[in-house]
T-cell receptor, first 117, second 113 residues
Framework: DTEVTQTPKHLVMGMTNKKSLKCEQHMGHRAMYWYKQKAKKPPELMFVYSYEKLSINESVPSRFSPECPNSSLLNLHLHALQPEDSALYLC????????????????FGPGTRLLVL | AQKVTQAQTEISVVEKEDVTLDCVYETRDTTYYLFWYKQPPSGELVFLIRRNSFDEQNEISGRYSWNFQKSTSSFNFTITASQVVDSAVYFCALKGGNNRLAFGKGNQVVVIP
C-alpha cells in the first residue's frame, strides 16, 4: 500500500483566516514533505521532516507553519495568507530522506487545492 | 547543482500512437536517482519508476518503457499505443547528494481519441 492521504481536498480561505492542512501515511515512512505547486509548474519543496524533526525549510514565509506530531502525521498551519499563496499543496512521504536505493522514493498524496481570497 | 530539462512542453498524439518524452539531466554527483511521475488532472503525482545511476538497464512495464543512457545524461520515457487515460503531465526528476528532488518542467501529454 503506497497511500498518502490529504485533507481537505479543497480549501477557500480569507487572508485573515487560520486553517490547517493535514497529511497522513501508514507505510512506516520516516520522512515527510510539503510541496507547493502552481499551475503549469513543477512542485516546489517547502519543508522536509525526518524522524519527526524539521530537517529542511526552503526559506518559506512564517505564515506557513509545519508540524509533525508523529511519524504518520504531518500538518501545515496557515495564517494570514496572501492571494499568491493559492496553489496545490502536495504532501509526500518516503522511507528515508537520505540513504540509498528505493528508500528515497517519494510517494505523493492527492493534494489540497487552496484558494486565498 | 541538479538540473532536469524536459524540452517538450505539450505533446498531442492520436490514440494508439507512440509518444516519447525526453529527459536530460545534469549533476556532479556520482550516485543519483532518476524518477518519472505522472500527474493526471486530479493532481496526485503517481510514481512510475526509479533508476539509480549504476543501473543502466532499460525497463519495460506494460505499455511503458524507459531508456537510460548515462553517456548522454538522458532518461527517456516511451508510451506505446497511447490511450486517452495516458493524458497527463509527466515529470522527470533527479535526486542527488543534496537530498532534494529536482523536477523538470513537465510534459503535458494530450491523447486525442
Amino acid at each position: 500500500d503506497t497511500e498518502v492521504t490529504q485533507t481537505p481536498k479543497h480549501l477557500v480561505m480569507g487572508m485573515t483566516n487560520k486553517k490547517s492542512l493535514k497529511c497522513e501515511q501508514h507505510m512506516g515512512h520516516r520522512a515527510m514533505y510539503w510541496y507547493k505547486q502552481k499551475a503549469k509548474k513543477p512542485p516546489e519543496l517547502m519543508f522536509v521532516y525526518s524522524y519527526e524533526k524539521l530537517s529542511i525549510n526552503e526559506s518559506v514565509p512564517s505564515r506557513f507553519s509545519p508540524e509533525c506530531p508523529n511519524s504518520s502525521l504531518l500538518n501545515l498551519h496557515l495564517h494570514a495568507l496572501q492571494p499568491e499563496d493559492s496553489a496545490l499543496y502536495l504532501c509526500a512521504s518516503s522511507y528515508s530522506s537520505e540513504g540509498s536505493g528505493g528508500q528515497e522514493t517519494q510517494y505523493f498524496g492527492p493534494g489540497t487545492r487552496l484558494l486565498v481570497l | 547543482a541538479q538540473k532536469v530539462t524536459q524540452a517538450q512542453t505539450e505533446i498531442s498524439v492520436v490514440e494508439k500512437e507512440d509518444v516519447t518524452l525526453d529527459c536530460v539531466y545534469e549533476t556532479r554527483d556520482t550516485t543519483y536517482y532518476l524518477f518519472w511521475y505522472k500527474q493526471p488532472p486530479s493532481g496526485e503525482l503517481v510514481f512510475l519508476i526509479r533508476r539509480n545511476s549504476f543501473d543502466e538497464q532499460n525497463e519495460i512495464s506494460g505499455r511503458y518503457s524507459w531508456n537510460f543512457q548515462k553517456s548522454t545524461s538522458s532518461f527517456n520515457f516511451t508510451i506505446t499505443a497511447s490511450q486517452v487515460v495516458d493524458s497527463a503531465v509527466y515529470f522527470c526528476a533527479l535526486k542527488g547528494g543534496n537530498n532534494r528532488l529536482a523536477f523538470g518542467k513537465g510534459n503535458q501529454v494530450v491523447v486525442i481519441p
